[in-house]
């Protein structure tokens, strides 16, 4: 059985405080990679990987986790994308995603790594507290094109307010928007392909319908389903089907 969307909540570090972040504060942790392992080692093929935490481009660490337990392993995936605030320019890490990226099927239906550049009503507000100029993170898209051409980018278009899908959890519990999005409380499968299967930073597995969910286990912060079933077990249910 073939996995659509594999995402991993590769960090909570953050260098931002967005108010409308469902991740609440930040905290000091990275992607355990024994939870990673047995989700590679079962799915034969991933078509593509979804970081995201946190701010992925300010922990090597938790990148490194992902490149080497995808070497380890010997997956097999199209690409690897990941979403970023664009304030940090980081080689450490694009290098270690270049190494993602080689490792990547992309004759089969891969792009390799694909890096896109958040552009929110919330960010520009962080910016403006942190002095972080649009020309700043402008700069380090176009370095990044320039010292990394072998991923594929997207600068995304300004996201209003009024746009944005604010999660009732976390700091976004403290925003009043009628932009809410229910959780999907059911792994979907089409033919032999599961479509998403997510985990979260701490290894534990989340029902997806490839919509955020986040799980915090110290606060109880839960947004989607963390389910305590093991991971074999769910893997067999779907066998079965």
């Known amino acids: 059985m073939d996995l659509g969307i594999l995402g991993i909540e590769a960090t909570r570090r953050c260098n931002y405080r967005c108010k409308h972040c469902y991740l609440g504060d930040a905290q000091q ?3 355990n990679p024994d939870a990673l392992r047995p989700i590679l080692d079962y799915f034969p093929y991933i078509h593509q990987i979804s ?11 938790a990148v490194k986790i992902v490149r080497d ?10 690409g ?28 089969r239906d891969g792009e390799g790594v694909q890096i896109t550049f958040s552009n929110d009503y919330y960010h520009r507000l962080e910016e403006k507290r942190l002095g972080i100029t649009r020309a ?3 700069g ?3 370095k ?15 996201e209003p307010r009024k746009e944005l899908l604010v999660f009732p959890i976390g700091r976004g519990k403290l925003i009043a928007s009628p932009y809410l999005r229910a959780p999907n409380l059911d792994f979907t499968l089409y033919g032999n392909k599961l479509e998403c299967f997510t985990i979260n930073a ?31 077990d769910i893997f067999a249910k779907h066998l079965e089907q």
């Not at 995808?70 to 995936?77: M, P, Q, T, V």
């Not at 490839?210 to 912060?221: H, L, M, Q, V």
């Open 51 to 61: 970081l995201y935490g946190g701010e992925t481009m300010t922990s090597p660490t």
């Open 140 to 142: 380090n898209y176009q």
């Open 80 to 107: 690897l994308s990941l979403v970023t605030n664009g304030s940090i320019y980081n080689k450490e890490i694009l290098d270690t995603l270049g190494d993602i990226h080689e490792m990547s099927d992309k004759q």
């Open 69 to 78: 337990v995808l070497r380890e392993s010997k997956a097999h995936f199209g």
């Open 29 to 31: 942790l990275d992607l």
């Open 202 to 232: 701490k290894g534990k597995a989340i029902k997806s319908n490839c919509s955020t969910t986040y799980f915090d286990a110290d606060t109880g912060d839960n947004y989607g389903d963390v389910t305590t079933t093991p991971l074999q």
């Open 144 to 158: 990044m094109r320039e010292t990394h051409p072998q991923f594929t980018y997207e600068y995304r278009k300004f």
């Open 136 to 138: 700043q993170i402008w």
